[in-house]
């Protein structure tokens, strides 16, 4: 029974060390043999048949840097001597030390280290960076001719925590100048990538990054440009430059026959991926999220990809993670008022007024009640009137200008005010105008002594001489025709009350409109 358990012990003790010990054999095993440069020499020859060896044994310098035993002198020492030897820079362009500095951490460990040549830091500082530079560059060797798993692998490090975020940084940058000199599409397709995992997404960059890895045989591509796109749409819709047109998207983007499109919906109600794969591009293209993001993830439920690993993640994980699900559930043929006004929320919240307008308009046009019980804001409503024409939308301007302007907006009462005094668009009513320029002055309760608003004050403070006006009473009139010509933007309507007060009789009306016109054609050319 003794002799059992030291068996078991002694295997266990096996097992614990079999990882790091491979990894050790590997690296010095091909030292000994030369094995790395025949391999890129066949490379050179244009011989790929050993390529994968490279990514292999990349991978295992990077997995020594993290399992090598600092107590295990000999193996370090020959490890030390190993990277000492390096003098040229693989990838790195700075030494920069491996992991977050912990004093503690550091103290506490150097105390019960027994190796004298070698200190903790010279492990974190040194070899470690040696190490995991070195797997890098054959990974970036592997990738420059062609390995598709050391693209992966390389994703994978940078979604890790195994090696600090700043080496593939380094790296991928250099794979971007080496794109830059000579297009590779293996390099193209781990860009593309990059621009998708990157906190700071790019779709659009990632999708011309994929055109041009369009010759790669990996059927995972066709799953990357159909997230791209999605991303890119809803990248497009968080622009605040300009208000989102769904005419100019399409206009674009790709029209398809109808008879191709029926037989691509055939072929994919019989589980064909590129098919399902394609209508999920073809509907972001028509703007139509929810069945764009249906169609990307069934070809997900049929087969994996990381494409739809990184969708998982930002629709679980990322700031914009309770944005999917609305997306998915909003359809803008029969839209769901309380799911766009969710979604316009959802924008709102962010900052993204332009997109928030074109969901919060759904529910607007479709149910304006339900809107005014969910939105308040008087900023939304006049981004939406900004939405209409004049010409064919002008009812649906007003309307929104109006709700607009009594939910607070100033340059909405002043753009009704306009348009009235001016008759742009409307017919000339002073009336209106008046009306529109007093809730412009007065709204806040705010006793306004500047400029026309004086004039529209005297009005306010005297309920009788308004009711005088109001009843077509040329005094009135005349007071108040006399002292709105003294203002630019009133002049209009106080001439227009002078001639009704002139027209009943009142002379002095009549005088001040005499002087004012002789003074229109007083020639002063000389």
């Excluded at 840097?65 to 000492?84: E, G, M, Q, R, T």
């Excluded at 599409?185 to 990059?194: K, N, R, V, W």
């Excluded at 070809?299 to 994980?317: G, M, P, T, V």
């Excluded at 105008?433 to 306010?460: K, M, P």
Aim: glycine share 4%; aromatic share 12%; charged share 25%.
């Amino acid at each position: 029974m003794f002799g059992k358990i030291i068996l078991f012990i002694f295997l266990g003790l096996l097992s614990a060390s079999a990882l790091p010990l491979d990894h050790y054999k590997m690296v010095f095993d091909d030292i000994k043999s030369g094995k790395e440069g025949k391999v890129i020499k066949e490379l050179t020859e244009g011989n790929s048949t050993h390529l994968t060896y490279l990514t292999s044994l990349g991978m295992s310098y990077i997995e020594l840097a993290h399992n090598f035993n600092p107590k295990n002198c000999y193996k370090l020492y020959k490890i030390n001597d190993l990277v000492s030897s390096w003098y040229d820079n693989f990838v790195l362009t700075e030494n920069i030390y491996y992991n977050d500095y912990d004093e503690d951490k550091e103290f506490n460990e150097s105390l019960a280290y027994k190796c004298k040549k070698v200190g903790f830091a010279d492990i974190n500082y040194f070899i470690k960076p040696k190490l995991v530079d070195k797997g890098l560059s054959l990974i970036r060797i592997a990738i420059l001719n062609g390995d598709l798993n050391a693209v992966r692998l390389l994703i994978d490090l940078k979604d890790s925590d195994k090696i600090p975020n700043s080496y593939i940084i380094n790296l991928i940058k250099r794979l971007k100048t080496d794109n830059k000199i000579n297009i590779n599409p293996y390099i193209s397709f781990l860009i593309g990538q990059d621009y998708l995992t990157d906190p700071l997404i790019d779709p659009t960059s990632a999708l011309q990054q994929f055109v041009d890895a369009k010759d790669i045989d990996d059927p995972s591509l066709s799953y990357f440009i159909a997230y791209a796109k999605i991303e890119e749409l809803i990248e497009v819709l968080l622009d605040d430059k300009h208000n989102f047109s769904e005419d100019d998207y399409k206009y674009e983007n790709q029209v398809i026959d109808k008879k191709i499109l029926e037989d691509i919906h055939e072929n994919a109600s019989r589980g064909d991926i590129t098919s399902i794969l394609y209508l999920s591009q073809y509907y972001v293209n028509e703007t139509k999220l929810n069945q764009a993001l249906m169609y990307f993830n069934q070809a997900c439920s049929l087969s994996s990809s990381r494409a739809c690993e990184i969708y998982k993640l930002r629709r679980d994980l990322s700031r914009s993670s309770d944005l999917y699900p609305l997306l998915e559930k909003f359809d803008k043929d029969t839209p769901d008022p309380e799911i766009a006004i969710a979604i316009g929320k959802w924008y709102d919240s962010h900052n993204k007024d332009l997109a928030a307008i074109y969901y919060y308009s759904y529910a607007a046009d479709n149910n304006p009640e339900l809107f005014f019980h969910y939105v308040k804001s008087p900023k939304i409503m006049e981004k939406i009137a900004s939405k209409y024409d004049y010409d064919s939308n002008l009812d649906q301007k007003i309307y929104w200008l109006e709700a607009a302007a009594n939910a607070g907006s100033f340059s909405s009462k002043q753009t009704l005010y306009e348009m009235y005094i001016k008759g742009d668009y409307v017919t000339k009513n002073y009336d209106k105008a008046i009306y529109w320029h007093q809730r412009y002055c007065f709204d806040e309760q705010v006793e306004y002594t500047r400029g026309s608003c004086t004039a529209l004050n005297r009005l306010r403070q005297d309920p009788q001489l308004q009711r005088a006006l109001d009843n077509g009473d040329k005094q009135a009139q005349y007071e108040i025709g006399s002292m709105f010509i003294e203002y630019k933007t009133l002049y209009d309507i106080g001439i227009d009350l002078l001639e009704k007060a002139a027209k009943q009789g009142q002379l002095s009306a009549e005088m001040i409109l005499r002087l004012k016109r002789q003074k229109s054609h007083i020639d002063f050319s000389g």
